[in-house]
């Protein structure tokens, strides 16, 4: 890994440390970011800050750190990483103190760190078969529209998945679809494409505004709407969005197939309107030539 940020300075990642009394550590005590990046380029990033901010605002801390050196810390990662398309993630706690205490200290100093590691570029694979996910029970907080580093139950579900012999996990809570373990989730039923209102229980992710916007900006039918579990074995489609993950569509749930169980219609149109939104930011990033 390059180097990375670390409270103010660009230091080698094995020279990278945080005290042991780390609020982050011992607590989960932080928020976090994972900001997509093509040709170097941030893609999103107003969107992305203004949720860390969300974040911090929502667990009582104030940004460390303004808008300006926030985009130049992003910036020289995209500079001096190797890879063209990374992924970087920032974190921030909510500092070190002296000892283990659950009050939030009055005098304490927010750690923070960055750093850009490489995207892999999507699994052919992914295109042609689609992924396969299953159903479990959502055993997180009541908060999961904030972006906390308190991710044992979404970790689970991913080891409960893979263990499985699948890709991801869907969460269902009373009743209702809500998110898969580290993305947002879209249905087409009946040929509307249909993604759960922004709540408590999901995040509000920066790719699921992304579909939406390209979805009202080509007239694609769409609603924000609640999924119930029976909306969602009957749907045509699901896919999963991240910053990470792009568009994936799933094509068996439980033991069921989706749809004819190969990723649909509406998938192959939006993953294309996506993959052009990326290439305008590649193309963005390219030095005019004359
Ligand atoms: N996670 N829901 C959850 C629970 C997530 O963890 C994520 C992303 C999303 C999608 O948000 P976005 O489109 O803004 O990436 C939804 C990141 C990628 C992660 O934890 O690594």
Redesign the pocket.
């Known amino acids: 890994m390059n180097k990375v940020y670390l409270n103010g300075r660009f230091v080698p990642a094995e020279q990278a440390c945080v005290p042991i009394t780390d609020r982050g550590l011992l607590f989960g005590d932080s928020v976090y970011e994972?900001i997509p990046a093509y040709g170097g380029q941030p893609f999103r990033l107003e969107q992305h800050l203004a949720r860390l901010r969300r974040s911090l605002a929502a667990i009582r801390m104030e940004d460390p750190l303004d808008d300006t050196r926030w985009r130049a810390i992003i910036g020289e990662l995209c500079t001096n990483a190797e890879a063209d398309d990374l992924s970087i993630y920032i974190q921030i706690t909510r500092g070190t103190y002296r000892t283990r205490v659950h009050r939030i200290p009055s005098t304490i100093e927010s750690t923070v760190i960055a750093f850009a590691s490489p995207i892999t570029a999507r699994d052919p694979r992914i295109a042609e078969q689609g992924i396969i996910a299953i159903t479990l029970a959502d055993i997180r907080w009541a908060r999961?529209d904030i972006k906390a580093t308190t991710l044992l139950p979404?970790v689970l579900a991913q080891a409960e998945a893979l263990e499985s012999g699948v890709d991801d996990a869907i969460f269902l809570r009373d009743g209702q679809a809500l998110?898969?373990t580290?993305?947002?989730l879209f249905i087409v039923l009946d040929g509307l494409l249909i993604t759960p209102p922004n709540s408590e229980h999901?995040?509000p992710?920066?790719?699921?505004d992304l579909v939406l916007e390209l979805a009202h900006d080509t007239g694609i039918a769409y609603a924000e709407a609640a999924i119930t579990e029976n909306e969602l074995r009957r749907a045509e489609e699901i896919w999963l969005?991240?910053?990470?993950r792009e568009i994936a569509p799933v094509v068996q749930l439980d033991d069921q197939a989706v749809g004819d169980g190969r990723p649909g219609p509406c998938w192959h149109h939006m993953d294309s309107l996506f993959q052009t939104a990326k290439e305008h930011i590649r193309l963005a990033a390219r030095p005019t030539s004359r």
């Open positions: 994972v999961c979404n998110e898969g580290a993305s947002n999901l995040l992710g920066i790719t699921r969005t991240s910053s990470t």
